[in-house]
């Protein structure tokens, strides 16, 4: 009794760690260094970055040639990444950065760089006026600057640390990093990497000024001349600091989670939604339902001839196949592949298997678990589309596995060629792109193709009712019941539910944050599932006692319009939180605000389609008709 009782107390801990303080597996193992021994550094691509509003959504290769970045004296070597890394934009290298642990060091020169064009220098002052930050690594983890939490006044982490600073429209270009790496003492008298911080300075410092003066002489910001005369000296120092961190909560202070309140009033925001809608639903369900399947059956079990009324007018059309079966079902299909994959990927975040130490973790195991729940996707839009009376099986299947994959890679190579012509280091390199079509006809198409076939095989679905030969007038409907308004009106309940945690995934993706707040956004996923259902199940009732019959597609669209608001959303985001001054940020911006929105819409549609499938069979296998 007491180990089962140790076990449930395990578990709960466990489940209740994501709700609360951040809870991760380190996912590598630790290193443990020796004084004087080599510590490697790191860098990564060069980032837009600030508290209120970034100017660009481009990032850069360290290695840029614009930049005249000091290079390492035995050449630069590119370090392996994760498919998911790579497409997120991470470019790691080696530096010309010399550190050892435990050994301060005061005022090290990496180089002098060669005359800077006129053209570099502006394009490097630009990048600076933009807030540009860099981004190193030390032992796998990001170098950072300091910030104090106004709610609490706790110091945390902020990812990155300035390339220069702009005072009075002039860019000042910071060349001396203050480095500061915190280290904590194992029990074998070995060290390990807790924390490292860099506070950059911008200095004017003069090539004949030799050894400590170079760091310790007063001298004014520097600031890169457009003359194509001037060059930059780069400085360093480092300073090792003792800490009582230890290596496992080594992450603790950059996944922390910021204004936990406004999480908190999301979650019960969302949930006060829902609460609603579940109530109109009950109602609708224990009483307006129970009350008409009640007095349909009493009618028909007296002998006189009584007429039809409500929405049990409709029972020979309700079940008729809308037009363009084959699109709904492909798009259906491809919904639950999304539902899918975004259920199990948040399940993993959860629980910590998706460790920040493993850059691009995140991003694998999408595409990982996207291409195995094709499979879901071929099953689902087969058994819908024979249920639809489709007859056109193979063009189904193949449509099921190309069609959303072919829509994404189309538009994700369509933002490539803007990112290869801004010279960005997020474009995906061809190779990448050769590994992920691999993938993709190694793993999704031969899983859809089987999905499919199993559905295809499966007996059709039979419906509780007939359906009549000759269609059913529509009587005309209220002007909210039409498609568009009711449309419109059924998405804002579910976007209502997730916009504000909405926010913080944006800011985390165009600030570039860490998001660590998974268990909110778990909880406000399986909220938006519900909504999603609940509001579609509302709206489809409401049709059916005013005899339109004309669900499938509207219960579709009206859960769908969740992507809709999203989308029209990124606008506002875009005037209120962003100043970006260039076409091809904009295009960037709005091309993968469209792929996010779009995603979400078909996740959506499929949950409001199925939901009201579902319902409506119910319901109608409920009453008896002759």
């Known amino acids: 009794m007491k180990s089962l009782k140790q076990v449930i107390t395990t578990l709960v801990f466990t489940l209740a760690l994501p709700f609360g303080s951040a809870f991760y597996l380190p996912g590598v193992s630790p290193h443990d260094y020796e004084r004087g021994e080599q510590v490697t550094l790191n860098v990564n691509s060069l980032t837009p970055s600030s ?11 360290f290695y840029n040639e614009k930049f005249h970045f000091c290079k390492p004296s035995g050449g630069i070597e590119k370090q392996a990444g994760s498919i998911g890394s790579i497409i997120f934009g991470d470019r790691i290298f080696n530096s010309p950065l010399e550190l050892k642990m435990q050994e301060d060091q005061v005022c090290q020169q990496i180089c002098e760089t060669e005359v800077i064009p006129v053209q570099d220098a502006k394009f490097i002052n630009n990048v600076i006026a933009d807030g540009y930050a860099l981004n ?13 939490d106004a709610n609490t006044n706790e110091k945390y982490y902020n990812i990155g640390f300035k390339l220069g600073n702009t005072l009075e429209d002039v860019s000042y270009l910071n060349n001396h990093y203050n480095i500061f790496i915190y280290y904590h003492i194992t029990s074998r008298n070995l060290a390990r990497v807790v924390g490292v911080v860099v506070k950059p300075s911008s200095r004017d410092t003069k090539s004949e000024t030799k050894g400590d003066a170079k760091c310790t002489e007063k001298v004014g910001p520097f600031h890169l001349k457009e003359d194509g005369k001037s060059k930059v000296i780069y400085t ?49 369900l224990l009483r307006a339902l129970h009350k008409d399947i009640s007095r349909y059956n009493a009618v028909d079990a007296q ?51 998706l460790s920040p130490s493993n850059r691009g973790a995140l991003g694998t195991m999408m595409i990982l678990f996207f291409m195995l729940f094709s499979c879901i996707s071929g099953y689902t839009s087969a058994r819908i589309y024979k249920m639809n009376g489709g007859e056109m099986w193979k063009t189904n299947m193949i449509l099921s596995a190309t069609l959303l994959p072919g829509t994404l890679v189309g538009g994700l190579i369509g933002l490539n060629f803007f990112l290869i012509y801004s010279h960005s280091s997020g474009a995906v390199p061809f190779g990448t792109m050769m590994a992920l079509a691999g993938l993709w006809l190694i793993i999704s198409l031969p899983l859809n193709i089987v999905g499919s076939y199993i559905g295809l095989r499966k007996p059709r679905i039979e419906q509780p009712v007939h359906t009549n030969q000759i269609p059913r007038q529509i009587p005309e409907q209220p002007v909210y019941l039409r498609s568009v308004p009711s449309i419109l009106m059924g998405g804002i309940l579910p976007f209502g539910a997730i916009f ?97 929105s779009v995603l979400l819409a078909i996740m959506t549609g499929s949950i409001g389609y199925l939901s009201c499938l579902f319902f409506l069979r119910k319901i109608f296998a409920s009453i008896k008709v002759d």
């Open 51 to 61: 508290t209120q509003q970034i100017k660009s959504v481009i990032s850069y290769d």
């Open 136 to 148: 190193w690594a030390v032992d796998g983890l990001p170098a950072a600057t300091e910030d104090i």
């Open 236 to 284: 360093y120092s480092v300073n090792w600091i003792a800490s009582d961190i230890e290596w496992a909560t080594r992450w603790d202070g950059y996944l922390r989670i910021l204004e936990p309140s406004i999480h908190w009033f999301s979650l019960i925001n969302s949930t006060v939604i829902v609460l609603f809608l579940a109530g109109m639903v009950s109602m609708i």
């Open 303 to 353: 002998e006189d001839v009584q007429e039809d009324y409500g929405w049990k007018l409709v029972h020979g059309d309700v079940f008729r196949p809308p037009n363009k079966p084959m699109t709904l079902a492909v798009l259906t299909g491809s919904g639950v592949q999304l539902v899918a994959m975004t259920g199990v990927v948040l399940v993993f975040a959860v629980f910590g298997f």
């Open 500 to 596: 504000i945690e909405l926010y913080f995934i944006m800011n985390s993706i165009w600030f570039h944050r860490i998001y660590y707040g998974i268990g909110f956004l778990f909880l406000v996923f399986g909220l938006l599932i519900l909504t999603c259902s609940l509001v579609t199940i509302l709206m489809c009732y409401f049709h059916m006692c005013n005899e339109d019959y004309h669900w499938s597609w509207r219960a579709f669209l009206t859960a769908a319009a969740t992507g809709f608001y999203a989308y029209a959303y990124s606008f506002l985001y875009y005037f209120t939180k962003l100043d970006i001054n260039s076409f091809t940020s904009t295009v960037l911006y709005f091309g993968y605000s469209s792929i996010i």
